[in-house]
């Protein structure tokens, strides 16, 4: 038990009067969309528990205003997604949720002449018209629109630059909890990856980032200032990606190793029963870490202490 608080000690900043707010850590988690709420909360909360000092979670427009208001201490920066269309004369802007497309259920803003209409309802899109209905008895809105200006957007014109401009003051960067898998909001967030990278940042891939990462290894290739934290599933997606086979169930440590090296020695932390950790040279069990955590989502907790300070990872035992 001392070993563990000696290691737990090693990562957590001690307090000093000399210190200013953001000298002991300032953490971007980039996650959190319609759906997934409490992961990037989780991850966010996690650190400045740990002893980070500041927090920023960059969401989904519609996540948001829930992490706001799960904690007061972090910064919510509502930036990843949405879609804007931009339409005829007669159509001077409409918002879509962009969490929602590809479902039926949007939530929509259309600000069109002669009025304004707002709410939750069905949207359909064909390549050449929006079809807009809501409210009972159902009116309807047809629009028609050349595919072409159905736009990704974000709340601002750019989420990558969005991001971006906060990174020169982010010590470490966590992708992934509660991101979701859609498409376009997985490519703002592979921009954010490279922004990142060509600063050399660290960078924390967790949840969907590991699904990104699976989709495109080569965005994780070599870049040392990586650590990965996929659990069960994650590890064995990725393991078929990178290495072309299934899991060698008989020796974990061997395939955490091998996935590490495959990766150009990413670090790559396997959650599980025990926690395996590997940067390529070498793969070893973390049996420090606290199993008093239960094994209940806390994956999004179990990933954020490890890089939270920016510090290194956990030294094996
Ligand atoms: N509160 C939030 O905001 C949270 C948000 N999150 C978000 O949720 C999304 C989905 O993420 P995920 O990890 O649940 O889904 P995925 O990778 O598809 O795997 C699910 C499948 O894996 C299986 N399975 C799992 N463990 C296993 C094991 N040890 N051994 C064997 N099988 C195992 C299990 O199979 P089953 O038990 O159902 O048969 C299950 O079907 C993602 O967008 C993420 O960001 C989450 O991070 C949660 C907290
Ligand atoms: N079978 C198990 N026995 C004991 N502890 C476990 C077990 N599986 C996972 N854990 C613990 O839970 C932590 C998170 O692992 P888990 O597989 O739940 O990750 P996750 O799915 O990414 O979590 P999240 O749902 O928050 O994203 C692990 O680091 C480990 O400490």
Not at 59 to 80: D, F, G, N, Q, T
Not at 148 to 164: C, K, R, T
Not at 307 to 314: D, E, F, G, Q
Request: with cysteine; charged share 20%.
């Amino acid at each position: 038990m001392e070993n563990t608080f000696q290691l737990v000690r090693n990562i957590i900043p001690p307090l000093s009067a000399k210190k200013f707010k953001g000298q002991d850590g300032r953490i971007g988690i980039v996650g959190g969309c319609q759906e997934y709420t409490g992961a990037p909360y989780f991850a966010a909360i996690s650190a400045l528990k740990v002893g980070a000092d500041l927090s920023h979670v960059f969401c989904a427009r519609e996540a948001a205003p829930v992490i706001k208001s799960y904690s007061p201490e972090l910064i919510v920066h509502p930036v990843l997604s949405g879609w804007r269309v931009r339409g005829p004369e007669e159509v001077c802007g409409l918002c879509v949720d962009r969490a929602a497309y590809g479902r039926k259920q949007w939530t929509f803003q259309a600000v069109t002449r002669p009025f304004v209409c707002s709410g939750f309802g069905e949207v359909s899109i064909e390549p050449s018209k929006l079809l807009l209905s809501w409210g009972s008895p159902r009116a309807a809105l047809c629009i028609e629109l050349p595919a072409a200006q159905i736009m990704p957007f974000s709340d601002s014109p750019d989420a990558v630059h969005e991001v971006e401009k906060w990174l020169p003051r982010l010590h470490v960067l966590v992708i992934g909890p509660g991101l979701g898998r859609d498409d376009t909001l997985l490519e703002n967030v592979k921009g954010i990856l490279e922004a990142s990278k060509a600063r050399g940042i660290p960078i924390v891939v967790d949840a969907d980032g590991l699904w990104l990462v699976t989709q495109q290894p080569a965005l994780i290739q070599g870049y040392k200032n990586a650590v990965l934290t996929p659990n069960h599933m994650e590890f064995g997606r990725l393991h078929k990606a990178v290495l072309g086979g299934p899991v060698d169930s008989a020796d974990q440590r061997a395939t955490v190793l091998s996935l590490s090296q495959a990766l150009g020695n990413v670090t790559v932390v396997r959650k599980g029963e025990h926690d395996m950790i590997s940067d390529g040279q070498q793969g070893s069990a973390l049996s420090w870490w606290p199993h008093s955590v239960p094994a209940l989502s806390q994956g999004s907790v179990t990933s954020k202490p490890s890089r939270s300070t920016a510090a290194p990872p956990p030294p094996p035992t």
